[in-house]
């Protein structure tokens, strides 16, 4: 079984959610974990999608779909999309008393979708990548980045910065040294 079905499967067994809405945000990357994730739950016996759907990016409102939501008595959501959407989303459903799961990818990963959503951020599962900020190479990685650009690094960038010296190895050889950023 591939790791992320197995993770997925691994919280869900915890969760045990039966009835689920899949929404996606109609890009290529939302729409294709949405279509992942409602080939999985219609493969499986426990749980039903109450119903899929495609949304307006960029949209200020998106009451129908949490009235929509609301009707159909989900006991959670899985959204693929990006945190813009799912702040404004989210926000509107625990606004009108909603207590529905809302879980999502890592277009999430965003210290913006925390700051838009404030406290109805609150819950929000979040999948993505390992957590890499404790391995001493990515937090050297992160303040060299603070140090030579004044900013916190993006929220991929431990993700992406953590395999490169290995890019610059050989088997037969210990990893290179951190890159320093000039």
Known sequence: MPR?????TSRWNVLKLKKIVVLHDKGDYGKGL????KAFLEADARAEVVFYEG????????TAVVQKIKKSKAEAVIFGGYHPETSKIVSQMRKKGMKTIFISDDGVKDN???KVAQKYAEGVYATGPRDTSDNPM???AEDAHK??????????FLNARTPLPYLFSTPSRKPAAPITLR
């Open 55 to 62: 949304i307006t990016p960029g949209a200020v409102d998106y």
């Open 34 to 37: 949405a279509e992942f994730t």
């Open 112 to 114: 913006t979708f925390i």
């Open 4 to 8: 992320r079905v197995w993770k997925w």
């Open 138 to 140: 990515t937090k050297a």
């Open 147 to 156: 140090k030579a650009y004044g900013t916190d690094p993006g929220a991929f």
